[in-house]
């Protein structure tokens, strides 16, 4: 059974930094592409950031590039999303999703970053 747990939202000022974690089981960690999503409050889901085979090549929205850094851990089965200078509009519930080899996509429950000062 494929689980999805993310941990490290909270409150961050404008400016500072937040590592978002996403711990995988019951999949391999090189088996699948990684990628996080985020929900503002009234606003449809949208794409962050994403690593995929071969060889981690990753994927940013342009609202987030040269600020926040996706990576992986393979060793660890974790997944990151590495928030620097966040901004008041990165405000959301962020969501870690992953894609098996056969195109079956998991989702974690999400976890909360909040920006204000």
């Known amino acids: 059974q494929v689980q999805l747990v993310e941990s490290g939202g909270g409150l961050v000022q404008p400016g500072g930094s937040l590592r978002l974690s996403c711990v995988v089981s019951g999949l391999n960690g090189r088996s699948y592409a990684a990628a996080w999503y985020r929900q503002a409050p009234e606003k449809e889901r949208e794409f962050v950031a994403s690593?995929?085979?071969?060889?981690?090549?990753?994927n940013y929205a342009g609202s987030v590039k040269g600020r926040f850094t996706i990576s992986r851990d393979n060793a660890e089965n974790t997944v990151y999303l590495q928030m620097n200078s966040p901004k008041p509009e990165d405000t959301a519930v962020y969501y870690c999703?992953?894609?098996?080899?056969?195109?079956?996509?998991?989702w974690g429950q999400g976890t909360q970053v909040t920006v204000s000062s």
């Open positions: 690593v995929f085979n071969p060889n981690d090549r990753t």
């Open positions: 999703k992953v894609q098996d080899p056969r195109d079956y996509e998991y």
